[in-house]
């Protein structure tokens, strides 16, 4: 197995569909997957499952090693003992990096972080399915290493939002129907398992071709504007804001969805323009809104939130629901409050660590993205899990 195709595909019967799962090392050959961090798998694999990358360790390549010595000593090959595997019933850990689905629920819409299938004809009606992986992403590079739990943290600090921001006196609309796996009607050849705790059954919606961006403090790319023009997205600001200061009053920033790469910051007309002037007042308004109860409940938790950024969908019926994820590290700048208003741009509780190294890797931003290093890899994990445990006040279940 150590000696596996780039690709780490290995070709599996239809028998074995209710496997759902291949186990990749995070040490070693195993490592040097695909540029985008999925394994490429052909279309008799679309049945497959999951791909499960499997951290270092006398656990997980326990699992590895066990496929290995089955086919080595019985002379049967990797089929075989993947077979042999299944029926023992080895089934993969929830507590293993999972880095792509391929569910035998239709194409799969596959993003930096998530994976997505469309459902209909339940009793859900019409809904998609949205897995977040273990993948990371930066400088619009998808990572070959993924960071373990990442999927399972962003669900879970979703969800806290959504279930937080549909109560109370201005309740928001949102997409999200259950995070229950078992509630989901999923097909009988779906491995749950790997599922559990990373997976978000959702409203279909038409989604809004605009990231709907609200900035509370100063800094990224609002922040080298305003050091050139005095502005942040041609807002204009008042002089004297310091690095990481805190802004008179939050502003609403759009930003066009790109496929591929950065997103472009657009004006406001801009965006009233394309979607028209009501719809794009009531984006404004709503996601001012949503930015103030989060950026409220996180002073809370002593975690400043710098910006956001919202996503938004429309039913069929034209009901606006807040759609995606929600106050994130992936989609949000979390600050430590006691950091703050130092006069210098806090680290945030995100990708900083990636970001860092991968800066004094050498890596020149155009080939292959590096492997990570162990410790990067721990460092980013703790950062993600305090994130999840200061805003939501615990760490998903079976996480630690």
Not at 138 to 153: E, H, N
Not at 241 to 257: D, N, Q
Request: proline share 8%; glycine share 10%.
């Amino acid at each position: 197995m150590t000696r596996a195709a780039p690709s780490g595909a290995v070709g599996m019967s239809p028998s074995l569909t209710r496997l759902g799962f291949l186990m990749q090392r995070t040490s070693g050959e195993m490592t040097r997957a695909a540029p985008s961090g999925a394994v490429g798998m052909s279309p008799s694999l679309t049945r497959l499952g999951f791909l499960i990358a499997a951290p270092s360790g006398p656990n997980a390549s326990g699992r590895t090693t066990r496929v290995r010595s089955l086919a080595e000593a019985n002379g049967v090959g990797i089929l075989a003992a993947f077979r042999a595997a299944y029926n023992t019933r080895m089934t993969a850990s929830t507590r293993d990096p999972v880095v792509r689905t391929d569910l035998p629920l239709g194409p799969v819409i596959r993003g930096k972080v998530r994976d997505c299938y469309r459902l209909s004809g339940g009793r859900h009606g019409d809904a998609m399915l949205i897995v977040s992986t273990d993948r990371i992403s930066a400088f619009d590079w998808i990572l070959p290493t993924p960071i373990p739990d990442k999927g399972r943290v962003l669900t879970a600090i979703s969800a806290f939002w959504f279930d937080l921001l549909s109560r109370g006196p201005d309740p928001v609309d949102h997409h999200l129907i259950t995070t229950d796996v078992d509630a989901m009607d999923l097909p009988a050849t779906v491995d749950r398992e790997p599922l559990r705790g990373r997976t978000m059954l959702v409203k279909r919606a038409e989604v809004i071709p605009f990231e709907c961006v609200v900035r509370g403090w100063l800094a990224g790319s609002g922040l080298a504007e305003y050091r050139q023009h005095r502005t942040v997205c041609g807002a204009a600001l008042p002089p004297g804001l310091a690095a990481g200061g805190r802004l008179p009053a939050p502003i609403f920033t759009p930003a066009t969805k790109a496929e591929s790469g950065h997103d472009e910051n657009v004006p406001y007309e801009t965006m009233a323009a394309r979607i028209g002037g009501d719809l794009a007042a009531t984006l404004r308004d709503k996601s001012l809104a949503v930015y103030a109860r989060g950026a409220a409940h996180a002073a809370l938790r002593r975690i400043v939130v710098a910006d956001t950024k919202f996503e938004w969908g429309r039913l069929p019926d034209g009901t606006v629901l807040l759609v995606d994820e929600v106050l994130t590290p992936d989609s949000s700048r979390f600050w430590p409050a006691d950091a703050a208003g130092s006069g210098r741009v806090p680290d945030s509780f995100d990708k900083q660590f990636v970001r860092d190294w991968l800066e004094a890797s050498g890596w020149d931003k155009a080939s292959d993205p590096p492997a990570l290093p162990a410790d990067v890899v721990a460092k980013t994990r703790a950062k993600y899990l305090e994130a999840c445990r200061l805003l939501t006040g615990s760490l998903p279940d079976g996480v630690a």
